[in-house]
């Protein structure tokens, strides 16, 4: 278990940062999930000790990292960690084989062989040995960082971003990898990363990460799906953040209504701690809304909004429309939606919204 | 030509280079990679050389390697000889002369690497002088090139220095630029045309292939 308490002023910047993260990693992954500059990075260059935090403690089981109050903190040298730098900073001018071979210098040299050859299978990279980094595709490159970084057997592994850039079949079968490591090894993984496919992929356990604060801790699902922060519900892929005031409490139906864009419509979202009348947020993902062009009848969903297409954008395999009903509402929707309905701007239509698929956010 | 001088001359300029890349690496080290208060001053020191003229350069090593300068009451008393007007007295001030010519291209090629780089080698272990031969000296050598060419290039074609150091003793301190000098206050053209011709041409050559190697030569103290 890796237990961080640390606390960190920057007082360098126009608004002064405060990094205040109180929280505990068992072995297995964790994804640190958080908007840019929520200090994830910080926080993971404190735990290797490349940052010096003002005050609290960092300790993996026995071994203290850090100690504000004992004056003590070992350098980066001799904390036994692994750090996979979003850069993935491997040393341009040594070939893979040495970068891999470059943290393992105290052992002999048949060990620092085995450990190299090792590492390069587990991660596939056996036929690169040789090449230089520039010589390495992208995709190569992140995989001849993590070997380097695990070939040195560390006790606490930080990943900050390893896999940003790279199509996802790419990034399974990395991942995939890196899971075959984490069965066999067991030892804290932390995993920062804005990727919700990625976050979903690792699965264990997420903590989130908001203003330097640690928010949330818990699964993917139960903290992702329901994000109970602005900006949490806004890097956690919610589309739709809309500014809303609580209009009545239904205890009886489980619900409370609200109305959105000064009272331009209203929704019901599920029964949350707002009273009536107070300012609240409600954030609904652009794939929760279905789009119905003539009025919908028979549903379970309570939210039937009639609006009027404003305009479309294809982005991959999916089109991006917004849709004015009331306010305005981004709904993500298939090509073959668009063409069997017809979808184009000026069209009126009916958003369909599941009480459930509403998240009151603070 | 006078061969005499210019070998002087060759002699001294390898004799500086050589000696201050080996102080100059650890001051460019530590004025890239460590802050501290008073580095401002050091920065200033190092930079000095550049605006001063060397006659004031020349004239306060001078006092300090004379007879009655601190500097030089050492010398005499460790080797039994004054070190003013000697070869080693050159080389003492050439160093300082050139200080700023070793040091910031070496600045320069050190705070430009990548800190991740440094980072990433102290993860895997490394401990500084590891990071520094394997990953700092390999990846800033070009600025070790152009620190070693840069300051032989100047030593090489410095006057005002030699001339309150070392005065003008053929084959000790008679260098290339005061041969040169003297030739032309003996109104002998020819032989200061052709001395001077052969360091125009050599020190181009050695701008060009510093140049074609590096191009921040000139950047002063790089915006961090």
């Given amino acids: 278990m890796l237990n961080v308490k640390i606390r960190k002023l920057f007082r360098s910047d126009a608004q002064p940062f405060v990094l205040d993260a109180n929280v505990s990693f068992p072995p297995g992954f964790t994804v640190l ?330 | 030509m006078n061969t005499e001088a210019l070998l002087l001359s060759f002699r001294l300029a390898a004799t500086v280079s050589l000696f201050l890349l080996v102080l100059a690496l650890p001051l460019a080290y530590v004025i890239s990679f460590f802050q501290w208060r008073g580095k401002f001053l050091v920065e200033s020191v190092v930079a000095l050389p550049l605006v001063l003229p060397p006659t004031v350069l020349g004239f306060y090593a001078l006092l300090a390697m004379g007879p009655h300068g601190l500097l030089g009451k050492i010398w005499q008393s460790l080797f039994g000889h004054p070190l003013a007007f000697t070869f080693t007295g050159l080389v003492l001030a050439s160093m300082l002369y050139s200080l700023p010519f070793a040091v910031q291209p070496l600045v320069a090629s050190f705070e430009s690497l990548d800190r991740r780089l440094l980072d990433a080698s102290a993860i895997l272990g490394a401990d500084r002088a590891r990071t520094f031969l394997r990953i700092i000296l390999p990846l800033a050598w070009p600025g070790v090139l152009t620190a070693l060419v840069l300051s032989f290039a100047h030593t090489l074609g410095e006057f005002g220095v030699v001339l309150m150091v070392g005065g003008n003793l053929p084959g000790i301190t008679r260098t290339v630029s005061i041969d040169i000098y003297d030739r032309v206050q003996a109104l002998d053209y020819a032989a200061a045309h052709q001395t001077a011709l052969l360091l125009l041409l050599i020190s181009f050559v050695v701008l060009s292939i510093v140049y074609g190697v590096n191009r921040r030569v000139w950047s002063p103290w790089p915006a961090k």
Wanted: proline fraction near 6%.
């Fill in chain 1, 33 to 362: 999930f958080g908007p840019s500059g929520a200090g994830k990075s910080t926080l993971l260059d404190c735990i290797a000790g490349l940052q010096q935090p003002d005050s609290g403690e960092i300790c993996l089981g026995e071994k203290v990292f850090f100690d504000a109050a004992g004056n003590l903190s070992l350098p980066p040298q001799r904390r036994e960690l692994a750090y996979v730098f979003q850069s993935l900073a491997l040393f341009p001018h040594l070939s893979v084989e040495q970068n891999i071979r470059y943290g393992l210098d105290r052992l002999a040299a048949s060990e620092q062989t085995e450990r190299a050859n090792t590492a390069a299978r587990n991660f596939r990279i056996e036929h690169l040995l040789s090449r230089r980094p520039a010589e390495l595709s992208g995709g190569e490159k992140q995989r001849v960082a993590l070997a380097r970084a695990l070939a040195t057997s560390p006790r606490v592994l930080l990943l900050d971003e390893p896999l940003t850039g790279l199509d996802s079949s790419l990034r399974r079968s990395i991942l995939e990898d890196l899971h075959a490591w984490n069965d066999a090894n067991r030892i804290p993984i932390l995993y920062v990363t804005h990727n919700r496919e990625e976050v979903d992929a690792i699965g264990e356990r997420i903590v989130t990460l908001v203003n330097g604060r640690v928010q949330e801790t818990g699964t993917p699902r139960g903290v992702l799906d329901a994000p109970r922060t602005i900006e949490l519900a806004q890097s956690a892929g919610f589309e739709n953040v809309l500014p809303a005031v609580v209009v009545e409490h239904r205890p009886a139906d489980g619900i409370m209504r609200v109305s959105l864009d000064h009272a331009a419509c209203e929704i019901e979202i599920p029964l949350g701690e707002a009273e009536p009348g107070s300012e609240v947020r409600v954030a609904i993902r652009a794939g929760d809304i279905l789009v119905a062009t003539e009025p919908p009848h028979f549903l379970s969903a309570r939210n039937i909004l009639p609006g009027t297409i404003v305009s479309g954008e294809t982005r991959g395999a999916m089109v991006a429309l917004q849709v004015k009903a009331g306010t305005i509402f981004q709904v993500h929707v298939t090509p073959g939606a668009v063409r069997a309905l017809d979808l184009s701007p000026g069209l009126l239509v009916w958003l369909v919204i599941k009480t459930h698929s509403c998240h009151l956010v603070r």
